[in-house]
């Protein structure tokens, strides 16, 4: 079962091309944040944002970030299923950007376009910043092994084994 759950989120991961990003605001309320995001190995998790931005300025001061990735084209009622991650995010400064970008921009779903370093540094209106994922859930809807009355449950996943 766990092969079958790494490569489910792997589906997910892969398919869709938003993370809503989860900071917490200066007085500890929730800010969650659609992000256009890709990976490199599921290990780190990459989106392009203002440093102005309230979910930029919260990770300045909070790094912790949580986050779900789903289909939200699946019709209400039809088991959509979602991948969360949690991890510690930061802006990329500019002495890793040429690293960086270079897997940054290897995986991108639909319309995105990758960014050059030199876009993102100096004058550049937006930063790449990088989410170092602690982990990985998967949502699975009306499956409980120790509930089977509970609607859902997330299960610890290892997308990157």
């Not at 092969?3 to 917490?24: E, F, N």
């Not at 991108?108 to 937006?126: I, K, N, Q, S």
Request: hydrophobic share 40%; aromatic share 8%; charged share 25%.
């Amino acid at each position: 079962m766990a092969a079958d759950l790494d490569k489910h989120v792997r589906g997910i991961v892969d398919g869709v091309a938003y993370l809503v990003l989860a900071t917490a605001d200066p007085d500890g309320r929730p800010r969650t944040s659609p992000v256009y995001f890709s990976h490199d190995g599921y290990k780190d998790l990459y989106w392009v944002s203002s440093p102005d931005a309230q979910h930029s300025r919260n990770i300045v001061r909070d790094p912790r970030v949580a986050g779900v990735i789903f289909d939200s084209s699946v019709p209400p009622g039809s088991g959509a299923s979602a991948a969360y991650v949690s991890g510690m995010a930061r802006q990329v400064p500019d002495f890793e950007l040429e690293k960086r970008c270079a897997v940054a921009f290897q995986r991108l779903v639909g319309t995105a376009r990758a960014f050059a370093p030199d876009e993102l540094r100096g004058d550049a209106h937006l930063r790449l910043y990088v989410m170092e994922v602690e982990l990985w859930e998967a949502h699975l809807p009306g499956v409980d092994p120790d509930d089977e009355e509970a609607p859902e449950t997330r299960v610890e996943a290892a997308p990157d084994a």
